[in-house]
């Protein structure tokens, strides 16, 4: 019988190790595992490389891991965002990496690493300093840059439903990197706010196949990061 | 200045004459800040879906305060509204609308524009700075028209449209029309030509705060 549910957020992360690379989803606050992420910081692994959008917000969730000096190399699109006060500090002090990449293609680089391409050619960068030092080719004319495809030994990724088989809907815009990232990741990890019985998932309307999905715990009622950072909560917990 | 003191548009004013050129049927994408004052302006009659690329197109008004939602956001994080026909997408479909040509046309903020087109928008490459470039360079190489809604000048009254940029660019070539408190510029394989010039506004002024040749249609 195949049965992804497992009990608990720390039963889920228990498998990552220190030096895995892991692929975290949201974009801002929507879509945020923050109960995995803080499951992870329980566990402890560090030496960690982390791809999401952003480096979070506050004291809590993803800036959190970083502040708890588990994660040696961000890549992302946009380190620095209102209440982001974590990653600036410690990047102005030289105590971990930034990879930049745009937006568009960091979601298409790990789109490829999920879908077994190596690599691809994009518009996006052609002429600015993140294209410095990449391959370029013209194509009818008009020049590429090379980007690669990026895999994960892990990803943790926040949705509304999902049933035993990692079938998965999210909610709204906090669907964002979560269904490309479960497919770029050897082990995608998911947070769901409610687990069904399968079949009760139309599947004309499954959003991520459950084939990309490895585990699933049900988060009831996960915590909102807005509130949390109007309270100036931190993690772990005082 | 006294008496001599050139106002120009308000912001109001610009984002009503962005909104103005929208057309009906329009997909259009709208960059954090200023250009999200287009929105509001957008005739009565005209259908126009707004694209913000962390997953929605058809995006609708702010909400009411106790009608916020945290998982219903723009590009900029802040909560919005989703429109009857609305759908939500991932992130890679999302990029696909932006760099595959679908979307037609993207309003963005500006540091500097220079004559042939190149904008520069998300660094002023300071050491210490933060760099951080989210989706602007995607836009810009895939979106159909660009858009720069931006000051003539900067707080400092210095030029931002200019011969060429000095910032790190975000694309080559890419404006088609700015937007400005004292013009309407289109960006040509001519160069520069003004379409409309604010009101009090004359062409030897606008010469003097742009340090890119000009040209009248």
Known sequence: MINKIVKSASEAVSGIFDGATIMISGFGEAGSPIELIHALIDHGAKDLTVISNNTGNGHIGLAALIENKQVRKMICSFPRTANSVVFPELYRKGEIDLELVPQGTLAERIRAGGAGIPAFFTPTSVNTPLAEGKEMRLFDGKPYVMEFGIKADFALVKCRIADRYGNLLFNKTARNFGPVMCMAASHAIVQASQVVETGEIDPEIVVTPGIFVKKVVEIANPVSENQLIRENRRYPWA | ?217
């Open chain 2, 1 to 217: 200045m006294g008496l001599n003191e050139v106002k120009g548009w308000n912001k109001e004013e610009m984002a009503g004459k962005i909104a103005c050129d929208i057309p009906d049927g329009a997909y259009v994408n709208l960059g954090i800040g200023l250009p999200e004052l287009v929105a509001n302006y957008i005739p009565e009659g005209r259908e126009v879906i707004f694209h913000t690329e962390n997953g929605l197109l058809g995006v609708g008004p702010s909400p009411a305060k106790e009608l916020e939602d945290d998982e219903l956001i723009n590009a900029g994080k802040k909560p919005v509204t989703a429109i009857k026909g609305a759908c939500f997408f991932h992130h890679a479909d999302s990029f696909a609308m932006v760099r595959g040509g679908h979307i037609d046309i993207c309003v963005l903020g500006a540091f500097q524009i220079s004559e042939n087109g190149d904008l520069a928008n998300w660094s002023t490459g300071e050491p210490g700075a933060i760099p951080a470039v989210g989706g602007a360079m995607d836009l810009v190489e895939g979106v159909k028209t660009i858009i720069v809604f931006t000051q003539h000048t900067t707080k400092n009254g210095e030029p931002k449209i200019v011969k060429e940029c000095t910032y790190p660019l975000t694309g080559k070539g890419v404006v088609n029309h700015i937007y400005t408190d004292l013009a309407v510029i289109d960006v040509t394989e001519n160069g520069l030509f003004v379409r409309e010039m604010a009101p009090g506004v004359d062409f030897e002024y606008l010469k003097s705060c742009t340090a890119a040749e000009l040209k009248l249609y």
